[in-house]
């Protein structure tokens, strides 16, 4: 499997909309049967992360210059509304495909392979709506009613679900333009540096957040847990059609996640 994925830029989104919570929500301890293994994996993966990605983070923060930096985080969004497009479809969420598509075509052809945003920038001065979207497999799979298992901490990749989890694998096995088994493309000279490049850009654009996560939070495996399952539980209720900068409402003493 793939370094990178969409879930982890989720993730780390999960973490932003969390940052204004005070103390640590708790939830049904039903939905992490796992949680000693998962635990474990989270130490490693906070632990990895303390050694090689964040350094390598800052690394590319410091000498990258933020013009550049944003342009590549474009790029990776402009791929990633490929598998939006796709999952809308699925989910027979015609209008969003269309949007989502029409995003990629703005994006790719006049924005530059997605270098530059400009589908963003014609919904602020239009009444044209087509802001991203934030369709994946996991979410496909909620739509028609599969449950979400047990919670799950993925080796480097994170929180996710057992449905979660399937869905990164088809996601990135199947749908992504540059990560996909048929694209043509040599998994070690195109898919993995790609893949690679895109996980140490998402890391990057959350490095502020790390100390506010840090003061927000008495147990932080409890806090990105609880974040992550009220954040997926959210975007499927809604039928996914919030953005990745919708703000979730917490509540302050517990997240109740029902199936």
């Known amino acids: 499997m793939v370094v990178c994925s969409l879930y982890f830029r989720k993730f780390f989104v999960i973490l932003s909309l969390g940052s204004a919570l005070s103390g640590c929500a708790t939830t049904d301890n039903r939905h992490d049967p796992l949680e000693s293994m998962n635990r474990a994996i989270f130490s490693f993966n906070e632990k990895l992360d303390e050694i090689v990605v964040e350094p390598v983070a800052r690394g590319y923060q410091r000498f990258l210059p933020s013009p550049l930096r944003m342009i590549v985080g474009n790029f990776f969004s402009n791929l990633d509304d490929v598998v939006i497009v796709a999952n809308s479809l699925l989910q027979l969420k015609f209008m969003d495909a269309m949007a989502s598509t029409t995003r990629v075509v703005i994006n790719t052809t006049f924005g530059m392979l997605g270098a530059i945003d400009l589908a963003s920038d014609i919904t ?6 087509i802001n991203k979207r934030n369709e994946d497999f996991g979410q496909t799979l909620g739509f028609y009613g ?8 993925l080796p480097i990749l994170g929180p996710s679900t057992v449905r979660d989890a399937v869905g990164l694998g088809v996601d990135s096995t199947f749908i992504h ?4 088994i048929y694209t043509g493309f040599d998994l070690l000279t195109v898919r993995m540096p790609v893949a690679t490049m895109e996980f140490i850009d998402r890391r990057e654009q959350l490095l502020d957040l790390d100390k506010t996560l840090e003061e927000a939070s008495l147990d932080k495996y409890e806090f990105v847990r609880d974040a992550y399952l009220q954040r997926r539980d959210s975007l499927i209720q809604n039928n996914g059609t919030s953005s990745a900068e919708e703000s979730v409402d917490f509540d302050d003493e517990e997240i109740i996640i029902d199936d």
Request: a negative charge.
């Open 146 to 153: 599969v449950g979400s298992g047990p919670y799950l901490v």
């Open 177 to 180: 333009p540059a990560r996909a």
């Open 124 to 129: 602020q001065v239009s009444d044209i709506d």
